[in-house]
């Protein structure tokens, strides 16, 4: 344009009616080549807003047209598809991680829960968390708040920024968890995560390796016990054979052969001993399962305990909800179970003005069965009530510390748990807990 009236200022002779139509012309013709431009410049903007708002919306399915159009517009189409198929590519791998981290925190035994801090809704969590606390599926915390507030007091008021030990009662029962608490923010929203372990579990899986264990040291124990025993007695042999052949010439010790006699009997006494003490442990490494009715199991163990019990004045009870009550044990070995912990209840009413003890069985509406052992005696302090189970540990003069220990390695191998509930001066009651295996007859 400005190139026209350059003409027309160097062209002073030209007729201005002329000059005024072809200014009017270039005029023209500038407006229709801007308005192209416009156009031009329109459907391209066009074009990439339409697929910015694609992007806006998450709408990867749409589908530039690359065949038609004009060239830098196919070439723009081709872009875009290009750029929507990468973004897709991220999300599907995204997407594959996500589900792949899922499945992995599904499936280990740690409860694991994130929640919003300001709503409570529960951003996600696992099966175990659930499990762990014995609580449905959850879309928010405030569900367990208006249910169980002392629940929900220490797992999610309380903050715990190491791994703390923590004991709750569920289902009546001491549950001992490690707990350990994070805060976060996602998009200036805070949330909140709490990670639990079920330490009982892990204990009860340690304590059954622990025993193996124990298998192999006693064994390699009695083997450096018989081996100076079977040395002694060899050389002892040698002499008397020695005087045998040539008494001329052997001397024979007597005094010598008193002191080795002595000892052998002395450590033989000892490994005697010892193997009776141990022996029993061998006896718990595979079970004999077969059905055992309950009432049987516990008339005979009164039938068994009666003389003694007469003896001292005592009073034994049998209380079975259901007579044709069934379970699936290994007879002998819940037999010694509940025969041991009726000892200890025995020995707890020694210096109670009306002892009795009471056996108990009953069934729960999961099909478990629980038998209990219960005694008005003397108790047992709480300081010492988390090591009964321990091996070895004993408050008694003559004991081993095995008793209540094996009990328990026997529960473990039932797929079962063994529980104690005592009050000092009041009683105390064991049960044994079966799950899965036990159920009442048809």
């Not at 124990?214 to 007695?233: C, D, F, K, R």
């Not at 039938?303 to 004045?313: A, D, G, H, I, R």
């Amino acid at each position: 344009m400005a190139l026209a009236y350059s003409v027309f200022a160097l062209d002073f002779n030209l007729n201005p009616s002329l000059k005024h139509l072809l200014s009017a012309c270039f005029l023209a013709l500038s407006i229709l080549s801007f308005l192209n431009l416009l156009n031009f410049m329109s459907k391209r903007f066009s074009e990439i807003d339409d697929f910015f708002e694609s992007i806006k919306y998450k709408d990867f399915s749409r589908w530039f047209n690359e065949d038609t159009g004009a060239p830098d517009i196919k070439k723009l189409h081709k872009n875009f598809n290009a750029v929507t198929k990468t973004i897709i590519q991220i999300n599907k791998e995204k997407e594959e991680q996500h589900l792949y981290l899922k499945k992995i925190l599904e499936l280990i035994q740690t409860g694991i829960i994130a929640y919003n801090i300001e709503t409570g809704h529960v951003l996600w969590g696992n099966d175990a968390f659930k499990t762990i606390l014995n609580v449905p599926s959850l879309k928010t915390v405030n569900f367990i708040k208006n249910r169980k507030p002392e629940l929900f007091k220490l797992i999610f008021t309380n903050h715990y920024t190491t791994d703390d030990n923590i004991t709750l009662n569920i289902e009546n029962e001491d549950v001992k968890l490690l707990i350990s608490t994070s805060i976060f923010e996602i998009k200036d929203q805070r949330f909140k995560l709490i990670v639990l372990q079920n330490i009982d579990a892990t204990l009860n899986k340690n304590e059954s390796e622990a025993w193996k264990k124990l298998l192999s040291v006693m064994t390699h124990e009695i083997m450096n016990s018989i081996a100076p025993i079977s040395s002694l007695a060899e050389t002892l042999q040698s002499q008397i054979l020695a005087a045998i052949d040539t008494p001329e010439t052997a001397t024979l010790d007597i005094t010598d052969l008193s002191t080795g006699i002595e000892s052998i009997k002395s450590r033989s006494e000892g490994l005697l001993k010892f193997a009776k003490t141990y022996r029993s442990l061998n006896k718990i490494n595979t079970l004999n399962l077969s059905k055992v009715n309950v009432s049987a199991l516990f008339s005979s163990l009164k039938t068994l305990m009666l003389p003694s019990l007469v003896e001292k004045n005592m009073t034994l009870i049998c209380n079975i909800e259901n007579p044709n009550l069934e379970i699936d044990v290994d007879n002998y070995l819940i037999e010694q179970v509940l025969l041991n912990l009726i000892l200890n209840a025995i020995e707890a009413l020694e210096k109670t003005k009306t002892p009795t003890i009471t056996l108990l069985a009953k069934t729960h509406i999961d099909g478990s069965t629980t038998l209990s052992v219960v005694d008005n005696g003397k108790g047992i302090p709480k300081e010492i009530s988390n090591d009964i189970f321990v091996p070895f540990f004993t408050t008694k003069t003559t004991g081993s510390g095995i008793g209540l220990s094996l009990c328990k390695q026997i529960m473990l191998l039932h797929k079962g748990k063994i529980t104690v509930k005592s009050t000092p001066n009041t009683g105390t009651v064991i049960a044994l807990h079966f799950k899965k295996t036990a159920h009442p007859a048809n």
